[in-house]
């Protein structure tokens, strides 16, 4: 399964260059992400204008029914703590995503250079797209 951060998950929605590309670099794969980035676009999609909202509430059901969304498992959760522990770093919800990806063995997480993971500490590749 290949794992789409939410920046990649815009770049799909809007249609943009960026994101037919990374589709076609994607087709044939399984495609997934976690509730934390639904949770992250449903609230984009309710900052929109009350016309556009619906449009953009339209988009994220049928974005749900083609890819697989992980939900944060307690197996999730014993992940995110083996990073932690391993990093010393605090909490945060980063930690919970990447450990939803890494409980659903995701081989490659797609994001941007602002949100990537430190290389290297988790059991999955980071693709980075054009931020």
Sequence with gaps: MRGLDTPALLEIL???????DLLKSLRG????????????????AARAARGERALRETALARLRRRITVLPITAEAVNEAGR???AEGK??????????????AG??????TRAYAPPKGK???KVRLISD
């Design 14 to 20: 809007h249609d943009t260059a960026v994101g037919r």
């Design 29 to 44: 794969e399984e495609l997934g992400t976690t509730e934390l980035q639904m949770f992250e676009l449903r609230a984009v």
């Design 83 to 85: 990073f932690l522990r």
């Design 90 to 103: 605090p909490a945060g919800y980063p930690a919970l995503v990447w450990g939803a990806l890494a409980a």
């Design 106 to 111: 995701c081989s490659e997480w797609v994001t």
């Design 122 to 124: 988790l059991p999955f």
